[in-house]
């Protein structure tokens, strides 16, 4: 039985002639391969896996989350600003408005709606033929009981009405009727109005044959019976100084 020979891995170096080991025995082969290179091998650490982040139009969830928030605040602060400025104009305007009437430089005339009146006007023509008769509408309008300060016109003293660069003043008084001297009936929710609707008359004609007016701030019986509440006079006509305190009567002392 050969004997048993161990070979250590340096015994490779050996192996460039062949020999025998002890004479008998086992037979060293010429060539042996070379034991492998590896190199600079080195073990690869196992890879973590990165975590997809989910994205909504492009921009993160927080991101997109943020943006929603600031457009909503500053929506509402749009609209909370808008609210607020024009509550703080209508309660400058109320507090205008009453500071006005508490200091007496302001009237307010309030009409109460009672009745619509009519009338109904009938025209009577004679023509080559014969005679025509025509029968139509009349004066549709709303009536009521116009406020009027009397008898606290009288102590106001005269009545100033301002158009452009004229002017023309009204000496009034409370409870008197002018019977006769009228030219024109007008529709007017105030006393104010009836006087401006002397001095315009004078402007546009060019002269001044609106002498003076009488107002009624009863609508409901006058406008019914007389097509107006307010009469533009030549003058004064006959005075009736126990009309009530549903009249006013005023005089043009001067125009500018």
Known sequence: MADVVYISPDSFKEA??????????????????????????????NSVPVKQTRKICGLHRSTLILAVILIVVVIAAGVGGGVGGSLAVQNAKSNAENSLISNGTSRI?????????????????????GTSTST???????????????????SEGDQVIAWDASSWTFTPTCGTDYVGADFGAVIVYSFHDCMQACAAHNHFSGTTQCAAVTFSANQTYQIARNFGNCWLKTGTGTQNT???????????????
């Open 16 to 45: 460039a002639s062949p020999r025998i080991l002890g004479g008998t025995g086992l037979e060293l082969a010429e060539h042996q391969p070379p034991p492998p290179n590896w190199g600079d091998y080195s073990p690869v650490p």
């Open 109 to 129: 005339s309030t009409v109460t709606i009672t009745s619509i009146s009519t009338r109904t006007l009938t025209a009577t023509g004679t023509t080559g033929t």
């Open 136 to 154: 139509g509408s009349g004066l549709v309008v709303p009536t009521g009981l116009l406020a009027l300060d009397c008898p606290g016109l009288d």
């Open 242 to 256: 126990a009309a009530g305190d549903t009249f006013v009567s005023a005089v043009l002392r001067s125009s500018i």
